[in-house]
């Protein structure tokens, strides 16, 4: 086994109450050095919960953490040096300018004066921020915000990063940049775990768990998860979507329907002898739609399919 | 503890203050307006009391009796009235607080027996005004008892001490005009310590969780402690500004005679700073919102500080239980100091005893305060 392969965060059974409901209840994965790992799953799964446990900010009922071979749940401030953190609401002093909160969060860190110099303006340089360094961070768009989140995120050089929904409400070019940061960061060998509510990011991972009701559900490559999904999808393009999904919710053989931009997809357990009885059915519903074919599933199909699978009762 | 790091909160505090000026506005304009409102309302002393006088005689003897009155510096005479309803009247409309009446044979009796009475009417509504104007008329009164005697002696061809032995010669220290302004301005130097001080630091960590900075500032290595003292020390320099400004004000302003040492003033001053400055840390990291910290500090620091600490109501008046409670009142130490200091000149050592209970409270206050900021969310 190389070392890219060991791990280097391991979460075992861990669990979190809040007054008696659990947000995390018995959670266990693992995450392998220098990977991208997703956590992804809908509201309420128990992401963030999960995210501030490792960071170090919350104390967990139960199970432990493993950090680079350090127990963390016993000392947390021991993790704290080696991983940076990024929460879900930006946690920058808006009076302070940009440049002003590198330098805090840097000494913070305890960065040599030169080392930050130098991480900065590169970082800042590749999030196209240079000209904003004056600038206070209260008055920064929400993308230069999250941009500048990062910076002092990885001022310090951490092994381990750890983002809270960093894109939400940033712009698709910004979310581009940002990305383009990530995978840089990868190759300088940094593991990143990452939350996100956009199924497309959760493609770029190296490996997502998907969390449900405060446990793992799945947790495999995008790839693997995309073959654990049972049957195949049916994009059916049609500018009359609402109509199309009422018309084939409830055909034999299919699980799942979706809306998507361009229509509906169909979730079934054989495409070959299921298209049939979809044209029919749409058809005998007086839907009008351009053409029906099968599609390679996307992420969020697979999504919704597997928790699809988890909600029915079985 | 490292430097670099306590360093870096003090930069960013100051930044984070000097930008957001809702706590220099406390810091500054605060101690402003209390020690002018303080200073000049606060006033224990009687001056220029309106009276009215009722002379039923209207001889020479009840005008000459009334002449003092007038003269003295505590009383000035609002209205002469000339029946008992209209007295009571004034007292009633609250145009006078006293009346003097002199008895239709004043002086009659004077002559005839040697000794007569005049009688004083008071509005016991304020008891302790009624008390002190008692006290005062009596003193104008025997004063002209003194002259009536003297002159009848005189005629006789005796002086006045051959016949009263004893004489009180009084002398004031200190105090020596027995100025009230003198007694309040420095305790009041220490009330609006207690309330900027504790008001600056409410602020500033339930800052940090009002604005979602904590969640990112306790997932870095600082330690519990560096953030206190890196949070502390800016608003002690603003504590220190505001002890200059309010004890310049005090000595050139109100003219309160400063007779100790700028050491012995700035030590206890500082000392005091850091009690009120961890007791405002203490609720802004117990109480999540800036409201309720700063309320909550507002309470516990003022009221306490007004009422318990002898700034103007003294304590070995009051009943044994709340004596013994004014013993955890910290301002109650700082009170006796700087009026010790101002007024007496009491250097370090007479002050031995309260700078240590001092000492003691903001030894105990810093470790409570570092202990009780924990670094995690919830």
Redesign the interface.
């Known amino acids: 086994m190389n070392a890219a392969r060991e791990s280097i965060v391991t979460a075992d059974g861990l669990t979190k109450r809040?007054a008696e409901v659990a947000a995390v209840d018995g959670l266990s994965f693992s995450v392998n050095h220098g990977e991208i790992f997703g956590l992804v799953g809908p509201d309420g799964a128990g992401k963030t919960t999960t995210m501030?446990m490792l960071?170090?900010?919350?104390?967990p009922d139960g199970g432990g953490i493993v950090i680079d071979g350090v127990d963390v749940v016993a000392d947390?401030?021991s993790g704290?040096?080696h991983?940076?953190?990024?929460?879900q609401?930006?946690?920058?002093?808006?009076?302070?300018t940009v440049d002003?909160n590198i330098?805090?969060?840097a000494?913070?860190?305890?960065v040599a004066q030169d080392v930050r110099e130098e991480r900065a303006s590169r970082l800042l340089a590749a999030s196209g921020m240079s000209q904003f360094r004056g600038r206070?961070a209260g008055q920064l768009s929400g993308g230069m915000k999250q941009k500048l989140g990062l910076t002092c995120a990885l001022v310090h050089t951490p092994q381990i990063l750890l983002l809270d929904e960093p894109t939400t409400g940033v712009d698709p070019v910004s979310r581009r940049e940002f990305w383009g940061i990530l995978y840089g960061l990868r190759e300088e060998g940094v593991t990143i775990l990452i939350t996100t509510a956009y199924l497309d990011e959760a493609e770029r991972c190296n490996r997502l768990a998907l969390l449900h009701n405060g446990h793992l559900l799945y947790c495999d490559t995008p790839a693997a998860l995309k073959q654990r999904m049972s049957g195949a999808v049916v994009a059916i393009t049609s500018s009359a979507g609402r109509a199309a999904h009422a018309a084939i919710a409830d055909l034999a053989g299919v699980s799942n329907v979706i809306l998507v931009g361009s229509g509906v997809h169909a979730v079934v357990d054989d495409a070959a002898s299921r298209i049939p009885a979809l044209r029919d059915a749409l058809q005998r519903g007086n839907v009008v739609f351009d053409d029906i074919a099968v599609t390679a599933p996307s992420i969020e199909d697979v999504f919704v399919a597997l928790l699809e699978d988890e909600r029915r009762p079985r | 503890m490292?430097v670099?790091?306590i360093?870096?909160m003090v930069?960013?505090e100051v930044?984070?203050v000097w930008?957001?000026p809702r706590s220099l506005i406390i810091a500054l304009l605060l101690p402003f307006t209390q020690m002018f409102l303080f200073g000049y309302g606060i006033n224990l002393d009687l001056k220029h009391l309106p009276i009215c006088t009722f002379d039923r005689e209207g001889s020479q003897f009840s005008q000459d009796l009334l002449k003092r009155f007038q003269a003295s510096l505590y009383f000035a005479i609002a209205e002469n009235v000339k029946t008992y309803p209209q007295l009571a009247a004034a007292i009633d409309r609250g145009d006078c607080q006293a009346g003097i009446v002199i008895p239709p044979d004043f002086s009659e009796r004077l002559n005839d027996t040697g000794s007569t009475s005049v009688q004083a009417i008071l509005d016991g509504t304020d008891d302790n005004t009624a008390n002190i104007a008692l006290g005062y008329a009596a003193t104008v009164v025997t004063g002209y008892s003194n002259d009536v005697r003297i002159s009848a002696l005189a005629r006789q061809g005796r002086a006045l001490q051959q016949v009263l032995p004893l004489a009180v010669q009084s002398r004031v220290w200190f105090n020596e005009d027995l100025e009230s302004r003198n007694f309040i301005v420095p305790g009041l130097v220490a009330v609006i310590l207690a309330l900027v001080g504790a008001q600056l630091t409410a602020l500033t960590i339930s800052r940090e969780w009002e604005?979602?900075?904590?969640?990112?500032?306790?997932?870095?290595?600082?330690?519990s402690t560096e953030v206190m003292v890196g949070k502390l020390i800016p608003y002690l320099v603003l504590g220190w500004l505001d002890a200059a400004f309010c004890l310049i004000v005090a000595a050139l302003w109100f003219d309160v005679p400063f007779r100790g040492t700028f050491a012995t003033l700035f030590l206890t001053t500082t000392l005091f700073l850091i009690v009120v400055l961890g007791i405002g840390y203490l609720f802004s990291v117990l109480i999540h919102s800036q409201i309720g910290a700063s309320q909550i500090a507002l309470v516990a620091t003022l009221l306490p500080a007004m009422l318990l600490s002898g700034y103007v109501f003294p304590i070995d008046q009051m009943p044994a239980f709340i004596q013994k409670v004014t013993y955890l009142i910290y301002a109650r130490y700082y009170v006796t100091i700087i009026k010790a200091i101002f007024l007496k000149g009491a250097g370090i050592a007479d002050l031995l005893a309260p700078i240590l209970f001092l000492a003691i409270y903001a030894l105990a206050v810093v470790a409570l305060a570092a202990r009780a900021f924990r670094?995690?969310?919830?």
């Open positions: 809040f501030r960071a170090g900010v919350l104390r947390p401030e704290k040096p991983l940076s953190y990024m929460p609401r930006f946690g920058l002093y808006e009076e302070l002003e330098r805090f969060y000494d913070l860190f305890e206070r | 490292r670099r790091r360093k870096a930069v960013k930044l984070q930008r957001d604005r979602g900075t904590m969640e990112l500032l306790v997932s870095t290595p600082v330690t670094k995690r969310l919830a």
